[in-house]
Structure formats: C-alpha cells, structure tokens
T-cell receptor, first 114, second 114 residues
Framework: DAKTTQPNSMESNEEEPVHLPCNHS???????IHWYRQLPSQGPEYVIH???SNVNNRMASLAIAEDRKSSTLILHRATLRDAAVYYC???????????????FGQGTTLQVKP | DAGITQSPRHKVTETGTPVTLRCHQT?????MYWYRQDPGHGLRLIHY???????DKGEVSDGYSVSRSKTEDFLLTLESATSSQTSVYFC?????????????FGQGTRLTVV
C-alpha cells in the first residue's frame, strides 16, 4: 500500500511561508497526491492535488519531487486562520478502487504564532 | 463552499436507542460518504453511496446502515447505539470516484452515546 509520512506537528510565524513535507516513498506511477486540511471543529477541506508537476492555486502550492517520493505543501504567507491539521493523502486505484474514498493518516498539526 | 448540510450537529443519545444522521447536498454529486473521526484513528470510512439506492460498506461498517432514496440525501442509521459509536461523523460528497477528483465535507455531527 502506498502510504504517507508526515511530521506530527510544525510551527510557523504569521505572515511567513510554511513548507509542510510529506514522504511517500512507495508511490506508484498513477497515484495522485492530495492535500486536505481540517480547521478546528470543522470538516476536512480540499487544498490541492497533483500527479507529477508542481501545482498552484489560490490556497497553496504543491511541489512534487522529481522522483515523486516526496512532496511539499507550501503556504506562501501563513495566517492565524491556517492553523489546522494538514493531511497528505495518496489517491491510488488499488486502495480507492471505484469508491473514491480517502484514506487519512494522522496529518501534521500546524500552529501559527502571531 | 459546497452545499452540504449535516443534521443534527450535536446529539446525545442513550445506549440501545436508534439514531439517524442526515446528510443533505445541493451539488447533485453522485458519490456520498460517511466517515467517523476518533482520536488516534483519524477519519475512517463507514459507508458510501454511488447513486440512488446504490450503497456499499467501508472499513468500519459494523453497527451502521445507510440509505439513499434521493440524490441529495444520504442517511446513516445506528440501529442500536453503543458507547463505541460515540464519535464525530462527517459526510462527504464527490462528483466522481476519479483519482484526481476532490471531495467536499460537511461540518460534522458530534454524537455522544451515554
């Protein structure tokens, strides 16, 4: 099974960039890398996803290593509202099948200090 | 924000009583999911639906049943609630099960079984 490894927690200062790492050394060629976050007392929220190339959207950027064994979620300017648990999830056909289910790990708890 | 409404948002019930949680969507997405979230376990899939009257089990389906009589509603029923079913329940929707498709989550229902 393709699995991900993330640090349990990270700290950042407000208005500074944050780089959240994710290791997925057993990733296969068709696995998509997804990131979700969960703010306190809320449901998970989609952030970004990619396959091979780096991706940018209004929330964040996703940098994917050339060998795809790791990726980094980049928040360009952290705000207090970005304090959340960030989940790196591999979407693969073997584990998701035709269900579309998401398999969550423990994620990284990001603290943002004013 | 995706139109997903979970009801109730909070519920306290007694052991042995039946409980039904409702998920309502206004996005006309075909796929709907019920997850539960517990400390130390992250989010785990209970049941999912891939269309009206089409449902299947997830990884922690024992003690739960679901129904989907309309595209917009997905009901989760605990036939006889137990203390081990105390949890936060999240509904999610997705347009398709594709690996590059995002999911949208509701705000959650906090259920306490006493």
């Amino acid at each position: 099974d393709a699995k991900t490894t993330q640090p349990n927690s990270m700290e950042s200062n407000e208005e500074e960039p944050v780089h959240l790492p994710c290791n997925h050394s057993t990733i296969s060629g068709t696995d998509y890398i997804h990131w979700y976050r969960q703010l306190p007392s809320q449901g998970p929220e989609y952030v970004i996803h990619g396959l091979t190339s780096n991706v940018n959207n209004r929330m964040a950027s996703l940098a994917i290593a050339e060998d795809r064994k790791s990726s980094t979620l980049i928040l360009h300017r952290a705000t207090l509202r970005d304090a959340a648990v960030y989940y790196c999830i591999l979407r693969d056909a073997a584990r998701s099948g035709n269900t579309g289910k998401l398999i969550f790990g423990q994620g990284t708890t990001l603290q943002v200090k004013p | 924000d995706a139109g997903i409404t979970q009801s109730p948002r909070h519920k306290v019930t007694e052991t042995g009583t039946p409980v039904t949680l409702r998920c309502h969507q206004t996005e006309n997405h075909r796929y709907m999911y019920w997850y539960r979230q517990d400390p130390g376990h992250g989010l785990r899939l209970i049941h999912y639906s891939y269309g009206v009257k089409d449902t299947d089990k997830g990884e922690v389906s024992d003690g739960y049943s679901v129904s989907r009589s309309k595209t917009e509603d997905f009901l989760l029923t605990l036939e006889s609630a137990t203390s081990s079913q105390t949890s936060v329940y999240f509904c999610a929707i997705s347009e398709s099960p594709g690996l590059n498709t995002e999911a949208f989550f509701g705000q959650g229902t906090r259920l306490t079984v006493v």
